[in-house]
């Protein structure tokens, strides 16, 4: 496997995260964009970018807050431009990913970061597509187009009628980017369209922004999980609705810890919400600008939060649940996390 897959062998629990098989289900695909294929790809395409090594790279990526990680994000994706390149983006996490015992990913993408810099969403899906069919031997994987929060709600439906050629591609529809000040009422049309088309929804709420973003996600865009949802833990009645209807969340330590939603992880709310039966997951959002795969995500939040192994057994239980892979193909999973538990 390619270097930066697999959690930390020399980790009490990293044989245990490793062996558990696994969803990842907060992804994003442009997030994975190690310097090393950033640099491969602007030489080949001939892109100027403001960095002059991949170390120059990593070295920049101290961020503030969700802005000011979005506006190196975005520069760095510049590079792109060719079916091959987003194959490449696709196998090389894949790769990753199977080396920290993921069997299931449920990728976001963000097709207006690209086709408003030219790129054709054909080039996009059609790259995609290529490079999960590449390793879809290992690892079964879907994709969920993301509308960005920060353009409009007609921009929304614009680009899904775009999409809609590749809709067999596609597995659901999302809503990222920034969150601070952009609602989700705005996306209620693009979202009941996506429902028309038979498209899972989801959207990240609660990040930096409060819990009734979360509310509205749920009642608004009709969404049947909430990536992110770190607020919720501000809101009793919330996280008791959030367990009593069993709405998953895809929590994302090293982004928290990253972007300072929770700058000390030994306060982040994933414990808690987990013993709340809220069913929490564990994700790694961007893991090149982050630190960290999503091997790295579970020691991290093991370490802060001294997590037990049944916990960790719970959180990747709760990955293969949170899915939207059918029951068929959710219990030899279960199984094998059952198989791999009793071993412990």
């Known amino acids: 496997m390619l270097a930066g897959g697999g959690a930390d062998p020399g980790h009490p629990m990293g044989g245990l995260v490793r062996r558990l098989p696994k969803a990842e289900l907060h992804l994003h695909i442009e997030g994975s964009l190690e310097p090393e294929l950033m640099f491969e790809l602007a030489t080949r395409n001939g892109v100027d970018i403001p960095f002059e090594s991949p170390d120059e790279v990593r070295a920049a990526y101290q961020f503030e807050n969700l802005q000011s ?42 097709p207006q970061a690209h086709t408003e810099r030219g790129v054709e969403i054909g080039v996009v899906i059609e790259g995609l597509a290529a490079g999960q069919a590449d390793r879809a031997d290992v690892i079964s994987t879907d994709l969920i187009l993301c509308f960005l929060r920060h353009l409009s709600g007609a921009d929304a439906v614009a680009i899904l009628e775009a999409a809609s050629p590749y809709a067999n591609r596609l ?8 969150e601070a000040g952009f609602p989700p009422a705005p996306f209620a049309e693009a979202y009941r369209l996506a429902a028309e ?29 909430v990536d992110h949802g770190v607020r919720s833990i501000d809101d009793p009645e919330l996280v008791a609705r959030l367990a009593a209807e069993q709405i998953p969340l895809t929590m994302c330590p090293l982004s928290n ?10 306060q982040h709310p994933l414990k808690r919400l987990l013993d709340a039966g809220v069913v929490v997951t564990v994700n790694s959002d961007d893991p090149s600008y982050f630190g960290g795969y999503v091997g790295d995500n579970y020691l991290a939040i093991i370490d802060a939060l001294d997590l037990s192994a049944d916990d960790v057994v719970t959180l990747a239980r709760n990955s293969i649940l949170a899915s939207f892979l059918d029951d068929e193909a959710k219990r030899p999973l279960l199984d094998e996390i059952e198989d791999v538990a009793n071993s412990v």
Not at 171 to 178: A, E, I, N
Not at 204 to 224: F, Q, T
């Open 69 to 110: 990680f979005l506006d190196i994000y975005y520069q760095g994706m510049a590079v792109l431009q060719t079916e091959d390149d987003y194959r490449r983006l696709m196998v090389d996490y894949l790769d990753r990913a199977v080396a920290d015992g993921v069997r299931r990913a449920e990728i976001f993408f963000d």
């Open 171 to 178: 597995l659901g529809v999302g809503l990222d980017s920034s």
């Open 197 to 225: 088309l038979g498209l899972r929804r989801v959207a990240h709420a609660g990040e930096e922004g409060p819990p009734e973003y979360i509310r509205d996600a749920l009642d608004i865009l009709g969404v049947s999980r």
């Open 257 to 266: 810890r990253r972007l300072q939603v929770t700058p000390d992880l030994t």
